[in-house]
C-alpha cells in the first residue's frame, strides 16, 4: 500500500539543476576523477548537503563526495550507505544538456524538439506504457540527458533532505557517497572505505521503478597479442606472417549466432571483441567477457584461447601472448550472506506503494566492486531509460517513488535493528 507519510519533492528541481553540468567522464585520461569538470557537480553537492545541515559533507581531491546523516535513534543500528555516480556516459555528449519535461504523458512515440531524427519510440522503450498520465523528463535530442545517475544523484539529495526535515522518522547512521567515473570502471577506486565506515550499501542507479538488483555480470578482460613475422612486401612469398591478417582470422573465427552481446539475452554471457589495433609484426584484440557465474568465463575464455591456437597453427613462426585480467565479480556471491539488504530493501519498495521485483544486471555497478570491498550493495531502481542515447528519459514520478523507496529503507533498518 502506498505510504501514509505526507511526501514533499524537490527531485526534479534538483534533476534539471544538475543535468545542466557536464560531468563526462574519459576512458584516456589516467586522472582521477578523469575529467576535472567533474568536480563542478561534486563541489555543488557538497555545498547543497552542507547547506541542509550536514556538517561534515565535502569533496574529496580524488572527485568523491562524502556526507552523514547523523542517528536519531537509541537503538544501535548497522551504518548504510545511499551511492550514486555524478559522471555521465563518454558514448554521447553530456554538453550543453538542454532538458524538457512532457507533463501528463499520453501515451505514442516522443519527437525530440532539438533533433527531430531523435525519437523515443514506444516499441524500442515499452516501460513507456507505464508512464501514461506521468511527466516525462528527456534531452532536445542533441546530447544524451544525464538520467544516469544523475535521477539517482537528485533522489540521495531529496531523501536526504525529506529525513532531516522530518525527524520524527527514526533512523540509523546514513553515508552518502557520490562517485566519479563509474562510466569508465573506476567509481570506487579511491573510495575511502574507512572513512566512509558503512556496514551495507544501495547504489541507486537501476531502470524500471520497483526493480532490485542483487545480480550482475562477473566480468573480466582478456587481451591476445599476436608477434607475426615481419619482410619486405616484393620480397615477402613464404616468409611474411602478417600480424593483421592474423588477428583478423581469430575474430572472424568467433561464435556467430551465440556468445555475443548481440545474439544473447537474459542469464546468458558473451565474448566481445572491443578494439583491434596493430601493423604488420604486431597486433592487439582487447576483449571483455562476461558471464553471471564464474565458470562461465573461465569457459569463454577457454574457447577463445582454443581459437587463437588452431588459428595460429597456420602461421608456424609467429607467436602469441594471451592474458586475462579481472574486472569485477557477481555481487550475488557477497549479497546472498547478508540476506537482510535485501529484504529491507524489498520491504521498503512495497512501502513506497510499488510491486517490487528482483532483478539481474547485464552489467556492473560501482555495488558490484563496493561488495566485494566488504560493502554489500545491491542497485535500487532510480528510473533512467535508454541511457548512453540521445534518447534517454525518466519520468518525474518515478523519481519521487524512488525518494519514498529510500526514506523507507532508512526507518526499516531502524525498526528492524
Same mark, same amino acid.
Given at each position: 500500500?502506498?505510504?501514509?507519510?505526507?511526501?514533499?519533492?524537490?527531485?526534479?528541481?534538483?534533476?534539471?539543476?544538475?543535468?545542466?553540468?557536464?560531468?563526462?567522464?574519459?576512458?584516456?585520461?589516467?586522472?582521477?576523477?578523469?575529467?576535472?569538470?567533474?568536480?563542478?557537480?561534486?563541489?555543488?553537492?557538497?555545498?547543497? =548537503?552542507?547547506?541542509?545541515?550536514?556538517?561534515?559533507?565535502?569533496?574529496?581531491?580524488?572527485?568523491?563526495?562524502?556526507?552523514?546523516?547523523? %542517528? *536519531?535513534?537509541?537503538?544501535?543500528?548497522?551504518?548504510?550507505?545511499?551511492?550514486?555516480?555524478?559522471?555521465?556516459?563518454?558514448?554521447?555528449?553530456?554538453?550543453?544538456?538542454?532538458?524538457?519535461?512532457?507533463? *501528463?504523458?499520453? !501515451? $505514442?512515440?516522443?519527437?525530440?524538439?532539438?533533433?527531430?531524427?531523435?525519437?523515443?519510440?514506444? %516499441?524500442? *522503450?515499452?516501460? =513507456?506504457?507505464?508512464?501514461?498520465?506521468?511527466?516525462?523528463?528527456?534531452?532536445?535530442?542533441?546530447?544524451?540527458?544525464?538520467?544516469?545517475?544523475?535521477?539517482?544523484?537528485?533522489?540521495?539529495?531529496?531523501?536526504?533532505?525529506?529525513?532531516?526535515? *522530518?525527524?520524527? =522518522?527514526?533512523?540509523?547512521?546514513?553515508?552518502?557517497?557520490?562517485?566519479?567515473?563509474?562510466?569508465?570502471?573506476?567509481?570506487?577506486?579511491?573510495?575511502?572505505?574507512?572513512?566512509? !565506515? @558503512?556496514?551495507?550499501?544501495?547504489?541507486?542507479? !537501476?531502470?524500471?521503478?520497483?526493480?532490485?538488483?542483487?545480480?550482475?555480470?562477473? %566480468?573480466?578482460?582478456?587481451?591476445?597479442?599476436?608477434?607475426?613475422?615481419? %619482410?619486405?612486401?616484393?620480397? @615477402?612469398?613464404?616468409?611474411?606472417?602478417?600480424?593483421?591478417?592474423?588477428?583478423?582470422?581469430?575474430?572472424?573465427?568467433?561464435?556467430?549466432?551465440?556468445? /555475443?552481446?548481440?545474439?544473447?539475452? $537474459?542469464?546468458?554471457?558473451?565474448?566481445?571483441?572491443?578494439?583491434?589495433?596493430? /601493423?604488420?609484426?604486431?597486433?592487439?584484440?582487447?576483449?571483455?567477457?562476461?558471464?553471471?557465474?564464474?565458470?562461465?568465463?573461465?569457459?569463454?575464455?577457454?574457447?577463445?584461447?582454443?581459437?587463437?591456437?588452431?588459428?595460429?597453427?597456420?602461421?608456424?613462426?609467429?607467436?602469441?601472448?594471451?592474458?586475462?585480467?579481472?574486472?569485477?565479480?557477481?555481487?550475488?556471491?557477497?549479497?546472498?550472506?547478508?540476506?537482510?539488504?535485501?529484504?529491507? @530493501? +524489498?520491504?521498503?519498495?512495497?512501502?513506497?506503494?510499488?510491486?517490487?521485483?528482483?532483478? /539481474?544486471?547485464?552489467?556492473?555497478?560501482?555495488?558490484?566492486?563496493?561488495?566485494?570491498?566488504?560493502?554489500?550493495?545491491?542497485?535500487?531502481?532510480? !528510473?533512467?531509460?535508454?541511457?548512453?542515447?540521445?534518447?534517454?528519459?525518466?519520468?518525474?514520478?518515478?523519481?519521487?517513488?524512488?525518494?519514498?523507496?529510500?526514506?523507507?529503507?532508512?526507518? +526499516?533498518?531502524?525498526?528492524?535493528?
Amino acid at each position: 500500500m502506498p505510504s501514509p507519510l505526507q511526501f514533499t519533492y524537490g527531485v526534479t528541481e534538483r534533476f534539471l539543476r544538475y543535468v545542466v553540468i557536464d560531468t563526462q567522464s574519459d576512458p584516456a585520461s589516467l586522472t582521477c576523477p578523469s575529467t576535472a569538470k567533474q568536480k563542478d557537480l561534486g563541489a555543488l553537492l557538497a555545498r547543497e =548537503l552542507r547547506d541542509i545541515g550536514l556538517a561534515d559533507a565535502h569533496l574529496d581531491e580524488h572527485g568523491y563526495v562524502y556526507a552523514t546523516i547523523p %542517528a *536519531n535513534t537509541e537503538k544501535s543500528v548497522p551504518v548504510i550507505c545511499f551511492c550514486s555516480h555524478m559522471d555521465t556516459s563518454p558514448d554521447c555528449s553530456g554538453a550543453n544538456v538542454k532538458p524538457q519535461i512532457i507533463h *501528463n504523458y499520453q !501515451g $505514442g512515440d516522443i519527437v525530440l524538439p532539438g533533433d527531430p531524427a531523435q525519437v523515443i519510440r514506444v %516499441a524500442d *522503450n515499452p516501460a =513507456l506504457t507505464t508512464q501514461i498520465g506521468n511527466d516525462i523528463v528527456t534531452s532536445d535530442g542533441t546530447t544524451l540527458l544525464g538520467a544516469d545517475n544523475k535521477a539517482g544523484v537528485a533522489e540521495i539529495m531529496d531523501a536526504a533532505q525529506f529525513l532531516l526535515a *522530518n525527524p520524527q =522518522l527514526k533512523h540509523g547512521p546514513i553515508k552518502i557517497l557520490f562517485t566519479p567515473d563509474e562510466e569508465i570502471g573506476r567509481g570506487v577506486d579511491k573510495v575511502d572505505m574507512q572513512k566512509l !565506515g @558503512a556496514e551495507f550499501g544501495y547504489t541507486i542507479d !537501476g531502470e524500471s521503478a520497483g526493480h532490485l538488483e542483487d545480480e550482475t555480470f562477473s %566480468a573480466d578482460a582478456a587481451t591476445v597479442t599476436i608477434t607475426g613475422v615481419s %619482410a619486405h612486401p616484393g620480397f @615477402a612469398k613464404g616468409k611474411m606472417e602478417h600480424a593483421i591478417k592474423i588477428a583478423a582470422r581469430i575474430v572472424e573465427r568467433l561464435p556467430r549466432d551465440t556468445c /555475443s552481446p548481440e545474439t544473447t539475452e $537474459g542469464k546468458e554471457g558473451f565474448l566481445h571483441p572491443v578494439g583491434i589495433s596493430g /601493423s604488420l609484426e604486431s597486433a592487439t584484440i582487447d576483449f571483455i567477457v562476461r558471464d553471471f557465474a564464474d565458470q562461465g568465463l573461465r569457459g569463454k575464455e577457454q574457447l577463445l584461447e582454443t581459437i587463437v591456437m588452431d588459428v595460429m597453427r597456420d602461421f608456424p613462426r609467429s607467436t602469441y601472448r594471451f592474458e586475462v585480467k579481472p574486472q569485477y565479480r557477481n555481487m550475488k556471491q557477497v549479497i546472498d550472506r547478508h540476506p537482510a539488504v535485501v529484504d529491507n @530493501a +524489498i520491504e521498503a519498495i512495497r512501502r513506497a506503494g510499488l510491486q517490487p521485483q528482483r532483478t /539481474s544486471i547485464r552489467g556492473g555497478t560501482d555495488g558490484s566492486r563496493l561488495s566485494f570491498m566488504g560493502l554489500p550493495c545491491p542497485n535500487i531502481f532510480a !528510473g533512467e531509460h535508454a541511457f548512453h542515447s540521445r534518447t534517454e528519459w525518466v519520468s518525474v514520478q518515478d523519481m519521487q517513488a524512488a525518494v519514498r523507496t529510500i526514506v523507507h529503507l532508512a526507518t +526499516i533498518w531502524e525498526e528492524r535493528a
